[in-house]
T-cell receptor
Framework: AQTVTQSQPEMSVQEAETVTLSCTYD???????LFWYKQPPSRQMILVIR??????QNATENRFSVNFQKAAKSFSLKISDSQLGDAAMYFC???????????FGQGTRLTINP | DAGITQSPRYKITETGRQVTLMCHQT?????MFWYRQDLGHGLRLIYY???????DKGEVPDGYVVSRSKTENFPLTLESATRSQTSVYFC?????????????FGPGTRLLVL
């Protein structure tokens, strides 16, 4: 069974600085998708970024980018120019190609210090 | 565009009672999902549905029942609530065509079982 591990329960960063959240996963599949979701205090789950495993290029969405290392099964999220509104729980998730189920990591709570 | 909604948003019930959590989506997505979120576990899949009248178990299905008579609705029933079912419940939906495979989440239902 696939597993997703986020080894950092909590992280903090100064406003305007850069922070990287770690995620590793375990799978025997070669085709899959990886996601980062943000959960602010409102509890809404918001998609931040997604990466297709067959793409070598790292996904980027404005201030959010990923470092996808397929051989190492690592999928970290980098947030540049951190803003107060970035404070939230961040979840890494995996989905196998052809399947619909998401497997989530335990989450990382990100605090932004003004 | 309402997207995906859940009701009620908050529910308090007693052990042994039947509780139904509602989920409605306006996108006509084929797939719908129910997750529960507990501290230290991230989100775990309870049940999912590929289409009307097609449902399947997820990681933690015991104690739950689902149905999908209409594409847009996916209710989750706790037939006899237990304290261990105190959690936050998220409904999600996704479409499968092309690249539209991202799951979109509802706002969540916070359930307390006394």
């Amino acid at each position: 069974a696939q597993t997703v591990t986020q080894s950092q329960p909590e992280m903090s960063v100064q406003e305007a600085e850069t922070v990287t959240l770690s995620c590793t996963y375990d799978t025997s599949e070669s085709d899959y998708y990886l996601f980062w979701y943000k959960q602010p205090p409102s509890r809404q789950m918001i998609l931040v970024i997604r990466q297709e495993a067959y793409k070598q290029q790292n996904a980027t969405e404005n201030r959010f980018s990923v470092n996808f290392q397929k051989a190492a099964k690592s999928f970290s999220l980098k947030i540049s120019d951190s803003q107060l509104g970035d404070a939230a729980m961040y979840f890494c998730a995996y989905r196998q190609q052809g399947a619909q189920k998401l497997v989530f990591g335990q989450g990382t709570r990100l605090t932004i210090n003004p | 565009d309402a997207g995906i909604t859940q009701s009620p948003r908050y529910k308090i019930t007693e052990t042994g009672r039947q509780v139904t959590l509602m989920c409605h989506q306006t996108w006509s997505h084929s797939y719908m999902f129910w997750y529960r979120q507990d501290l230290g576990h991230g989100l775990r899949l309870i049940y999912y549905s590929a289409a009307a009248d097609i449902t399947d178990k997820g990681e933690v299905p015991d104690g739950y029942v689902v149905s999908r008579s209409k594409t847009e609705n996916f209710p989750l029933t706790l037939e006899s609530a237990t304290r261990s079912q105190t959690s936050v419940y998220f409904c999600a939906s996704s479409e499968t065509s092309g690249s539209q495979e991202t799951q979109y989440f509802g706002p969540g239902t916070r359930l307390l079982v006394l």
